[in-house]
């Protein structure tokens, strides 16, 4: 489940959008003979070359397309920023009839090509409907994609770096609650049991934390919870559990004017996306004393792992950087204090003090030297792997549609 992109902006001019949030480059691709089409977004590269996944997305709307692309784009730059990555934020859609249908080789080469035409300045990754074999197709026509599979050179599953991140975010958060990142006997409530939340649960299990778990798959929270030695409770129960954490590892925005009112958490802290319904909700929350992790600081580890492709994937560099996390929660929980502000906006702050900073005025060009070619031009991502050698990815033929 995704939320539709609000477009209710849509009557204004693309351009004024763009401008008013900063974005620097928006590319809408077409080709006919694969029935592609798809809009790239390039928020910023003031911090190196624009990462950001691949969305697949049936939207009621080319505007809907567009508002999601710019506003998924701008947060990318956010979460690069904020996780200390020399990398800004893009974004692509590709609008489809049924994302589960899988796509054709001809329609993934021509959005390759167009990805390939921006020369590095938008780095590709997976998003919402896009799988591994697509990005391996993708791979064929230019370099500029990762999330590819192992055998050329690729990350593999971020999922169990992801849940590392998280519980390094969680440690900060109980430091800022009890002054000790200590988990041990501590309650986490744990609501979804997909890739990251299940392997959340193992690790926090592991370090001697009380956990409960629920899905909206009550059964795979079952079996989660035989598997690592949790409690399960019902979805609809558990962001009522009374807990030291609750950990929000599902989908979609979980925290509204009506469920914060029942929340009996002392603080927030989990992988999941865009947990607010809108920002008044992280003043609220700080109305209430629940402190909150804000999720892109708490998720980067996804990011952070793709990351670690660009000059050759290494899985023990990914952990190793990913545990940063605790240092840079610590942080923003600290200028929180020092602004007086929410902790969301605190983090939204401490990216754009960075950029700010780091990158006032940059626009990352193709052939720049980045942040790991240590002064030499940025020609390939994944050095290492010799592109020609690779076997063709043939994606699965799509049936008449
Ligand atoms: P997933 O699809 O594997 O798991 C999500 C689980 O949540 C599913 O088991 C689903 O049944 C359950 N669920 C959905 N709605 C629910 C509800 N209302 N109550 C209880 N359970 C519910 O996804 P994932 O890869 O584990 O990712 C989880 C979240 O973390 C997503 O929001 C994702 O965008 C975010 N995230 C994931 C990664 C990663 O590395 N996979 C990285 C960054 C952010």
């Known amino acids: 489940m995704v939320a539709v992109p609000d477009a209710t902006d849509a009557g204004e001019a693309i351009t004024d959008r763009m401008a008013s949030h900063g974005h620097e480059q928006v590319v809408f691709v077409a080709d006919a003979a694969s029935d592609l089409r798809a809009v790239i977004a390039i928020h910023s590269t003031a911090l190196g070359p624009a990462l950001g996944g691949i969305r697949f997305w049936r939207y009621p709307s080319e505007a809907h397309a567009v508002a999601d692309v710019l506003r998924l784009s701008e947060a990318m730059t956010l979460k690069a920023a904020a996780a200390g990555l020399h990398q800004g934020g893009g974004k692509a859609v590709v609008l489809v009839d049924d994302p589960d249908l899988p796509r054709s080789v001809e329609l993934l080469h021509a959005l390759g090509r167009a990805v390939h035409e921006l020369g590095g300045r938008y780095l590709a990754a997976e998003d919402v409907g896009a799988t591994t074999r697509d990005m391996d197709v993708i791979d064929e026509v230019t ?91 019902d979805h609809q129960a558990i962001l009522e559990e009374e807990c030291d954490v609750l950990a929000p590892c599902a989908l979609g925005p979980v925290f509204t004017d009506e469920t914060v009112r029942s929340l009996r958490c002392r603080a927030i802290c989990g992988a999941a996306n865009n947990q607010l319904a809108d920002d008044t909700i992280d003043d609220i929350l700080h109305s209430k004393r629940i402190l ?53 906006r605190a983090a939204v702050a401490l990216a754009r003090d960075r950029i700010e900073r780091e990158g006032a005025g940059r626009r990352w060009q193709p052939g720049d030297p980045t942040a790991w070619t240590a002064g030499a031009p940025l020609r390939t991502l994944r050095p290492g ?17």
């Not at 200590?182 to 939340?197: I, Y």
């Not at 999720?295 to 994937?313: S, T």
């Open 143 to 233: 370099p500029w994609v990762t999330g590819v599979s192992p055998e050329r050179g690729g990350s593999g599953d971020p999922s169990p770096v992801t849940a590392v991140g998280v519980v390094s975010a969680m440690r900060a958060t109980l430091r800022e609650l009890d002054g000790s990142p200590d988990l041990d006997g501590r309650v986490v409530a744990v609501q979804g049991t997909g890739h990251v939340g299940s392997r959340l649960a193992a690790l926090l299990t592991d370090a001697g934390a009380r956990v409960v778990v629920a899905d909206l798959n009550h059964e795979r929270a079952c079996k989660v919870a035989n598997t690592v030695g949790t409690a399960v409770v």
């Open 292 to 344: 909150y992790a804000p999720d892109f600081v708490a998720n980067a580890g996804g990011i952070i792992n793709i990351a670690e492709e660009f000059e050759g994937y290494s899985r023990e560099r990914a952990l190793a950087r990913v545990e940063t996390i605790e240092v840079v929660m610590t942080r923003v929980f600290e200028l929180a204090r020092e602004r007086g502000l929410p902790p969301g």
């Open 385 to 401: 792997v010799d592109r020609a050698d690779l076997p063709e990815t043939r994606a699965p033929e799509v049936s008449a549609q």
